[in-house]
């Protein structure tokens, strides 16, 4: 299976600002996914990033909001802007499925917004 | 829509006990099921996956069947120990969702030494 790296783990961040969530991974993936899991709840899918295009961001959100860059084959970035107490929430990475494995994630980025 | 329910939401065994975690979903047309763990504030780790055309998968300790007919799926955690804590997730891949995985709930599980 691959490997995804994924930073920072853990931030505190005042509302209005903007934090930028990174993910490598150790192949090259066509498709990167993003997920948010609000605190006591199951994740839920932003975005889909494939590299060379536009990520597509599922219904409810919004590319103001979630801005999503995939330069490369290995990478991809998530910001959350303009954060408020809602954002609060793990964020989690994933990439396309690896067969007879299945999915793999990253490590996750816990946000607190005060 | 495909819905993925758990149950139950939360368990709690003494350490040494044999566990049934149940998955149903409501649309059979899926391509695979994946069980993963989580620990708090943590990302998920894959524990197993069983593709639309199996009926069980094993690892260890652990179990997983699937009955795609009737839209469920169960992990069997055998001989549970403390390190087993964790919120157990399900999710599957529909044949019309593309790529995406549909979770459900979690169970969150406590083995208590």
């Known amino acids: 299976s691959a490997v995804i790296s994924q930073k920072p783990s853990r931030d505190i961040c005042q509302r209005g600002t903007s934090l930028t969530i990174q993910c490598q991974v150790d192949?090259?993936?066509?498709?990167m996914f993003w997920y948010r899991q609000q605190p006591g709840q199951s994740l839920t899918l932003i975005a889909t990033a494939n590299q060379g295009s536009e990520a597509t961001y599922e219904s409810g959100f919004v590319i103001d909001k979630f801005p999503i860059s995939r330069p490369n084959l290995t990478f991809s970035t998530l910001t959350v802007s303009n954060m408020s107490p809602e954002d609060s929430s793990i964020y989690l990475c994933?990439?396309?499925?690896?067969?007879?494995?299945?999915?793999?994630f990253g490590s996750g980025t816990r946000l607190t917004v005060v | 829509k495909q819905e993925v329910t758990q149950i139950p939401a939360a368990l709690s065994v003494p350490e040494g006990e044999n566990l049934v975690l149940n998955c149903s979903f409501t649309?059979?047309?899926?391509?695979?099921l994946q069980w993963f763990r989580q620990d708090p504030g943590k990302g998920l780790t894959s524990l197993l996956l069983i593709q639309s055309s199996q009926r069980e998968q094993t690892s260890g300790r652990l179990n997983a069947s699937l009955d795609k007919s009737s839209g469920r799926s169960t992990l069997y955690i055998a001989a549970s120990q403390p390190g087993d804590s964790a919120t157990y997730l399900c999710?599957?891949?529909?044949?019309?969702?593309?790529?995406?995985?549909?979770f459900g709930e979690g169970t969150q599980l406590t083995v208590n030494p």
């Open positions: 649309d059979s047309a899926i391509y695979n």
């Open positions: 192949s090259q993936v066509t498709m």
């Open positions: 994933s990439i396309e499925p690896i067969r007879d494995y299945g999915y793999t």
């Open positions: 999710a599957v891949v529909g044949e019309t969702s593309g790529s995406r995985l549909t």
